[in-house]
């Protein structure tokens, strides 16, 4: 199975800020790799797929990059909005294993 | 539009069995793998295992391998999860949701069903 490894675990940051989250697969995943944000009680929604691609409807401080192994989710301006977990997730095989998730948190 | 309506929550005892149906709608059901994702209580997101409703073929998570039984009917749009021998360590939200992929490649998960919430207790 590909192990996926998010860091930093929770981070704590304010309105404007730029946040960075990494995530690490155990192998190569080419660019296989999805973003999701998870509002409280609610269901993930997608973020970025395929590494950078922004879903339709997404707000465009948010951005992906990377490939092979190592990428990241970048928030370039932090909304109020934006505090959640974050979680990645690798689609080159099955199982779909997620990363353990990202909280970000207000400072 | 697309919808997946998942079926209530329930309580069960440890050892006994839970079946969540996951019933679709807006699009063609079997056109798009369907994935079971549960998340305990202040956890992360866990991959069970999909099911592909056009053949009725399923990938499980090893973790879930002869406790977990994937099923569809294509003739109400519906898909299933069972679990049996529950334990306390089961007491989850079970998310069904649907994958996409783009040009037949880069597999996504598009929509979401609400969640059912499986307790277990005794």
């Known amino acids: 199975d590909i192990q996926m490894t998010q860091s930093p675990s929770s981070l704590s940051a304010s309105v404007g800020d730029r946040v960075i989250i990494t995530c690490r697969a155990s192998?190569?995943?080419?660019?296989?790799l999805n973003w999701y944000q998870q509002k409280p009680g609610k269901a993930p929604k997608i973020l970025i797929y395929?590494?950078?691609s922004l879903q339709s409807g997404v707000p465009s401080r948010f951005s992906g990059s990377g490939s092979g192994t190592d990428f990241t989710l970048t928030i370039s301006s932090l909304q109020p909005e934006d505090f959640a977990p974050y979680y990645c997730q690798q689609s080159y095989s099955t199982p779909r294993t997620f990363g353990q998730g990202t909280k970000v948190e207000i400072k | 539009q697309v919808q997946l309506v998942q079926s209530g929550a329930e309580v069960k005892k440890p050892g006994a069995s839970v079946k969540v149906s996951c019933k679709a709608s807006g699009y063609t059901f079997t056109g798009y793998y369907l994935h079971w994702v549960r998340q305990a209580p202040g956890q992360g997101l866990e991959w069970m295992g999909r099911?592909?409703?056009?053949?009725?073929?399923?990938n499980y998570a090893q973790k879930f391998q002869g406790r977990v039984t994937m099923t569809r009917d294509t003739s109400i749009s519906t898909a299933y999860m069972e679990l049996s021998r529950l334990r306390s360590d089961d007491t989850a939200v079970y998310y069904c949701a649907r994958e996409r992929e783009i040009h037949d490649q880069w597999p996504f998960i598009d929509y979401w069903g609400q969640g059912t919430l499986v307790t277990v207790s005794s």
């Open positions: 192998q190569n995943i080419t660019n296989y």
């Open positions: 395929a590494a950078s």
């Open positions: 099911i592909n409703p056009n053949s009725g073929g399923t």
